[in-house]
């Protein structure tokens, strides 16, 4: 039928799939399981090139990849844009296939990018990374935690140096204490093989990626946040200005205006998590009268330390824009960078 839509309600066991005409009357309805077979059975009803629209939700990978694979044109819709419409008083599965279909007829669907397979798989390395990172920080936290229980003082900044794994090693704790403190630190060791593990095949992957080398000629960025902007951002081109950028790390401030009444409040976090953390990081790390150190300074004395540390956050991921767009870092001398 010229003119169609597909909406799918995409869950972990079953999904929706309503069909929709040009003049938002439902076709059909079906409930069916999550199998290739079936999904690509049901699409292929539809004319080809339909275009089908899934909510980013629990595991859409697969459904994306099948459906472009079927020849449909695939929509991947928002789920925090999908919230403003969603204010009716009765909600299912039926309904909310219905209304992404609907959304997507009327050229209202608030759609998001779907990353190539090759940078989906960059991104769970570099993802998988971070967690074992906070896995890594959380089972250190318990060391300390150990520690204080017994009223030992630890007289180094990092406990897990040289000489605090030798005080570690000469501490002589109750048998309880004792059992978890040897526990602990045998995960740590072998979570930091396996991070390793994870640093080393993201780093191999991203080798032949100019942009990945280009960004490291910033100060405060080496190889484990390049490859988190590489990843997470992916084709740069995608973002008309560095603003948007920074809006899409979630690093820009709420703004709320009604007739002559303006707000704006503290920066959003609506947006990729590790890339603000990675912008955050690199500012903070650096050394010497760079510009973004001397405006993070300026502006730390006149507003406060995390208002300027999110400020530098802003300078430093555009220029990591323009590294990734022009090939070269504009704040440096082309033979610097």
Not at 16 to 45: F, K, R, W, Y
Not at 50 to 74: K, P, Q, R
Not at 257 to 271: A, L, N, W, Y
Request: proline share 4%; with cysteine.
């Amino acid at each position: 039928m010229a003119g169609q839509y597909v909406g799918i309600d995409l869950h972990r066991r079953r999904s929706v799939v309503v069909h929709m005409d040009e003049t938002g009357e439902t076709v059909s309805t079906v409930s069916l399981p999550n199998d290739p077979l079936a999904l690509a059975a049901e699409v292929a009803q539809a004319e080809p090139g339909v275009d089908v629209v899934l909510e980013a939700t629990y595991g859409w990978y697969w459904a994306a990849d099948l459906l472009e694979e079927c020849g449909a044109t695939v929509h991947l819709a928002h789920p925090l844009g999908i919230k403003m419409f969603d204010h009716q008083r009765v909600k299912n599965d039926r309904r909310d296939a219905a209304n992404l279909a609907d959304l997507l007829r009327m050229g209202r669907l608030p759609e998001a990018w779907i990353a190539p397979r090759e940078l989906r798989e960059l991104r769970e390395l570099v993802r998988y990374r971070a967690k074992l990172v906070a896995l890594r920080s959380g089972l250190k936290a318990q060391v300390h935690s150990v520690l204080a229980k017994e009223g030992v003082a630890v007289p180094y900044s990092d406990l897990f140096g040289v000489a605090g794994n030798q005080l570690l090693d000469r501490l002589e704790l109750a048998s309880a204490y004792h059992q978890r403190l040897v526990s602990l630190r045998e995960l740590i060791e072998v979570v930091d093989g396996q991070i390793a593990r994870f640093e080393t095949e993201s780093q191999t992957r991203l080798a032949d990626n100019p942009g990945y080398h280009v960004i490291q000629a910033i100060c405060g960025v080496g190889p484990v946040l390049a490859g988190v902007f590489i990843a997470e951002i992916g084709d740069v081109t995608r973002f008309a200005r560095p603003q948007q950028l920074c809006c899409w790390a979630g690093l820009t401030p709420r703004h709320r205006e009604s007739d002559q009444v303006i707000r704006r409040g503290h920066i959003t976090k609506q947006g990729s998590k590790l890339v603000r953390w990675a912008a955050v990081e690199a500012a903070t790390r650096q050394r010497g009268a760079t510009k973004i150190q001397t405006d993070y300074r300026r502006l730390a004395e006149r507003r406060g330390k995390p208002i300027a540390r999110v400020a530098a956050a802003r300078k430093l991921l555009t220029l990591v824009y323009y590294g990734l767009r022009d090939g070269h870092i504009r704040a440096l001398p082309r033979k610097a960078a």
